[in-house]
Each structure stands twice: as C-alpha cells, then as structure tokens.
C-alpha cells in the first residue's frame, strides 16, 4: 500500500516563509508523479493550488510555488498570511490511482 | 465562473445503496477527467475514483477501499456525472467531492453520506 507523507504540523510567523513537503514510501517524487497541493480551510471544500509540481491556476496567489526538493515534492510559502492558515494536502499520481497525504496543519503565528 | 455542484447523499443503512451526481456548469464535463474524493469526518483526502473522457475510452480506476463496491459513470448530455455505492459500509461514512482533473483544478462543495444503522 503506497504511503504520501506530509509534516503533520508546521507553524510561521506573518511574513515569514515556510515549505511543505510530500514524500512517497515508494521512493523519491519526481514530475512523473505530478505534484499537486490543495489547500483546505476549516468548514470549506478544498481549492486546488498547484498541479504538475509547480503550475498556478489564475486563482493562486504568487506566493505560493512548488518545486521538488531533495527527493520530495515542496510547496513553498513566502510572505505568509494570516489568511493562510489552513490544512495543506499534495496529492500524487501513481499511474492509474491517486493517493493524498495526510495533511499538513499550518498555523500562522 | 465553473461550478461543480454535488447532489444525493443522506442516511442509508450498512449495506445499502446510493447514487451520487455532479452538475456541472459553465464547464464542458465531456472534455475532462472527473474524480471523486471523500473526506471522513475529523479525517482527511482521500481519493476514491477516476473517470477519463469518452474519447479515451472512459476508463474508470478506483482506490482499493472502493474497488468493486463504488461506479463512476458520466452522461455528457447531462453535464453530469455520477457515483454508484453498492454495498456500504460505516466506513464509507464521509463528505464526498466532486473534482476535475488537475488541470482544471474545480472542486465541488460536496454531499454528505452516512452509513448508519
């Protein structure tokens, strides 16, 4: 059973920069696994914010970028906001299945 | 402005059946890969199935929790598309999403399904 794995907790001051990062029990991710992070906010539905390791969609702040990074993929946050604080989830592509990580819990401190 | 709207969830028995639907506006369902995602309470993603296009034979893939009990299907004309649960369990209890393929990036606002006796 494949396993994609996320930080459960990270916490930035305002303004500050963070990265997340998604790994896989199959070993390191790379563009062919096609990287994509949504974020979710309490109570609401998720909104997708990068797909393909690090394409935007025209709602995605420029903030945000994605990259893989040492064997993982990353979604990198820079000049955090309150407004940011949410769950973060990537999710990879393993041929004909997905699987979704568990999540990363970003507190905007 | 793209909106997939998710319909048919309620309260069913263990075993039960349900059908789920997803309309979709201002958007071409046709030209896509859909999928659905469902969250368990106080849980989180997790992908349950995909649909291609017809074009690409309307192959369909599932998660191994779902496999053989879950159906996607599509009615283009209709703009829709739909969610066969067979065979339910408590488990499957969750607030089940719509999605389009990754680059599209639309998600829906879900239905919720409870599997209780």
């Known amino acids: 059973q494949t396993v994609v794995t996320q930080e459960p907790s990270l916490t930035v001051s305002p303004g500050g920069t963070v990265t997340l990062t998604c790994a896989s029990s199959?070993?390191?991710?790379?563009?062919?696994?096609?990287p994509n992070w949504h974020q979710q906010k309490p109570g609401q539905a998720p909104r997708a914010l990068i797909y393909?390791?690090?394409n935007k969609y025209s709602w995605t702040p420029a903030r945000f970028s994605g990259s893989l990074l040492g064997g993982k993929a990353a979604l990198t946050l820079s000049g955090v906001q309150p407004e940011d604080e949410a769950e973060y989830y990537c999710?990879?592509?393993?041929?004909?299945?997905?699987?979704f990580g568990g999540g990363t819990k970003l507190t905007v401190l | 402005e793209v909106q997939l709207v998710e319909s048919g969830g309620g309260l069913v028995k263990p075993g039960g059946s349900l059908r789920l639907s997803c309309a979709a506006s201002?958007?071409?369902?046709?030209?896509?890969?859909m999928n659905w995602v469902r969250q368990a309470p106080g849980k989180g993603l997790e992908w349950v199935g995909r649909i291609k296009t017809k074009t690409e034979g309307g192959t369909t893939d599932y998660a191994a929790p779902v496999k053989g009990r879950f159906t996607i299907s599509r009615d283009d004309s209709k703009n829709t598309l739909f969610l066969q649960m067979n065979s339910l369990k408590t488990e499957d209890t969750a607030v089940y999403y719509c999605t389009t393929g990754a680059y599209e990036g639309v998600w829906g606002k879900g239905t919720t399904v409870t599997v209780s006796s």
């Open positions: 393909s390791t690090s």
């Open positions: 201002e958007f071409t369902l046709s030209n896509a890969w």
């Open positions: 199959t070993g390191a991710v790379t563009s062919g696994y096609y």
């Open positions: 999710l990879l592509y393993y041929g004909g299945a997905q699987v």
